[in-house]
């Protein structure tokens, strides 16, 4: 009996209210939050197609991500917390999302225009 009345006065003072964006903001900003998801994403890729060749690189994956987040300046926890107030938040995921999908079709469109030139014979 004393349970129920516990949880609606928390539920009431905003215990199970997600966060305000604001929060996920001042913990890390958007703009920095899409560019380290963007070298998580890119590394993640490598990381998988690497680990086809050569798979012990799974053992240096934890430096990997350290390069990552020092490349940030922030640290793994930061990010986790931000990463878990921005998912409360889904039009703010979806932004962030859709940021990282224009900046993977610029880095393919670039990687695109750098190819070398093929064969003749490979040509199709």
Request: glycine residues 4%.
């Amino acid at each position: 009996m004393i349970f129920l009345p516990a949880l609606i006065l928390l539920g009431s003072c905003g215990f199970f209210r997600a966060p305000g964006k604001d929060r996920c903001e001042k913990i890390l900003p958007m703009e920095k939050m899409t560019a380290i998801l963007t070298d998580v994403y890119l590394l993640e890729g490598f990381l998988a197609e690497e680990s086809g060749y050569n798979p012990e690189i799974t053992d240096s994956a934890k430096y990997f991500y350290a390069w990552v987040f020092d490349k940030h300046n922030t640290s793994y926890e930061e990010f986790q917390d931000a990463l878990d107030c921005y998912l409360l938040h889904r039009s703010d995921m979806e932004k962030i999302h859709e940021e990282m999908l224009n900046r993977f079709s610029i880095m393919e469109g670039e990687a695109r225009a750098t190819r070398l030139p093929r064969a003749p014979d490979q040509e199709k």
